[in-house]
């Protein structure tokens, strides 16, 4: 036990420091929780399924908060504080790094999401980042980020050459609900998370549309899922035809770190962090509005709710409930479809659930019509109550993996793992 609660604290330092804004009720119960639930495994990732096994592909990162693959065995790493691209090659860490870029780095901000397209001979690699003017970590001394940006690389032997910038967004007042999350569709767009910026300090110039605040300011890019293409230019506008409002694909967005779509149906989901209750999954078409400030979790628990308070953009934006909701928050981060066999037909095109604070995996089938994900007969209420409830059993796929922050399914089709708690990466696999 004495070692379990020195995993809990140093998770708790460093998970706090960087989601603090989600955690409040978590952590302030981390030995009570811990010692509910029938999951723990003394800091040790570990599976419930025999069929698998977890192996190490790289340790001694730090704070890596997502992962790409460029080829086999050949990832790209970022670290959150540093301002880092890593490159892991056959598991060998690469003493120098790709990339070095100056990160405003308090909290949630960060060098936060990477994506990797390739065009023929040439590697495009795609990263979000909230970019400063001066050392990592300056926001810290007062000075303010210049933009949450998302730019465009080329991967040239180790080093990212010709960076273009393609879309700039607010990074203020922050430093929290910064998102990141960053994909290449099946259109090959880009699509971007981005949350409120810390939509808690309110004010006549933070309070938008794209919040549901009806009478507030135009969009300016937070609080959503953007879509852009590979070169910056927007695509068919969803809400409306100016700029930005045409580069939203969903509205209404807290603060999401994890987002996939469906390699069956083509329809994206994403997870969605509350004020400390709240956290979702949710089915994002196009057009979805995620109701925050007005709602968040299911809409049967805000009591004076009304659709009609929810700015729907003249009727070409809607709300939805979530699939799924916590009501004692989790921090659901990476969503990733398993669009392999590589760990047997059983799980192939299911859905994996990464989360920060319990360091758990979750594993969900859908329906036949890929509209809403399988649950237990006791979660039939879709409402996740603690970190023990009845029915939890049926959907933790893996546990212990100290703060998950990123899922991605490589070229082996394999599962692998970033942990943020432990600085690591990791493979799952087919353990024959």
């Not at 699509?191 to 409120?196: E, L, Q």
């Not at 004010?203 to 300016?220: F, I, M, R, S």
């Not at 694909?249 to 069956?264: E, K, L, Q, T």
């Not at 319990?358 to 603690?386: C, M, Q, W």
């Amino acid at each position: 036990m004495q070692v379990l609660v020195s995993v809990v604290i140093a998770f708790t330092v460093i998970l706090f420091l960087i989601f603090a804004s989600t955690i409040p009720h978590h952590f302030a119960n981390a030995q009570e929780k811990f010692a509910e639930t029938e999951f723990v495994e003394e800091g040790k990732p570990k599976l419930f399924d025999s069929n698998f096994k977890i192996s190490t592909v790289a340790e001694g990162l730090s704070t890596p908060t997502s992962m790409a693959f460029v080829g086999p065995g050949d990832i790209l790493v970022l670290e959150k504080d540093t301002g880092m691209v890593k490159r892991i090659v056959n598991g060998k860490v690469l003493a120098n790094p790709v990339l070095d870029v100056n990160v405003a780095n308090s909290v949630e901000r960060c060098l936060c999401g990477i994506a990797v397209s390739k065009h023929g001979s040439t590697t495009y690699v795609f990263l979000y980042y909230t970019e400063i003017a001066g050392k990592d970590g300056g926001d810290k001394a007062g000075i303010q980020p210049i933009g949450n940006r998302v730019y465009r690389y080329e991967l040239s032997g180790d080093s990212l050459i010709n960076p273009l910038l393609l879309v700039d967004l607010p990074a203020n007042p922050g430093p929290r609900h910064n998102g990141g999350d960053l994909m290449i569709g099946p259109d090959e767009n880009i699509y971007v998370t981005i949350g409120d910026i810390d939509g808690s300090f309110k004010g006549p110039t933070t309070e938008t549309k794209t919040q549901n605040y009806k009478n507030g300011v135009d969009p300016d890019g937070r609080g959503g899922i953007l879509r852009i293409t590979q070169d910056g230019q927007p695509t068919d506008g969803i809400l409306g035809e100016s700029i930005p409002l045409r580069i939203y694909y969903a509205y209404g967005i807290r603060n999401s770190f994890g987002m996939d779509f469906d390699p069956v149906s083509g329809n994206l989901w994403d997870t969605e962090n509350g004020p400390g209750n709240g956290d979702e999954i949710n089915l994002v078409l196009p057009g979805f509005n995620s109701g925050w400030q007005q709602v968040q979790g299911l809409s049967s628990m805000e009591g004076s709710f009304s659709e009609s308070d929810l700015q729907d953009f003249g009727g070409k934006g809607h709300y939805s409930d979530p699939e799924l909701v916590w009501v004692n928050t989790a921090g659901p981060t990476a969503v990733k479809f398993l669009d392999s066999t590589a760990l047997g037909s059983a799980y192939e095109n299911d859905m994996f659930v990464g989360d920060v604070h319990n360091g758990r995996i979750y594993h969900f089938d859908l329906t036949s019509d890929r509209k809403d994900i399988i649950l237990p007969p006791e979660l039939a209420s879709r409402v996740i109550e603690k970190p023990s409830s009845l029915g939890l059993s049926s959907i933790v796929f893996g546990q212990g993996f100290g703060g998950i922050t990123d899922l991605e399914v490589g070229p082996d089709g394999n599962l692998y793992v970033v942990s943020i708690g432990l600085g690591s990466i990791f493979q799952i696999s087919s353990a024959s």
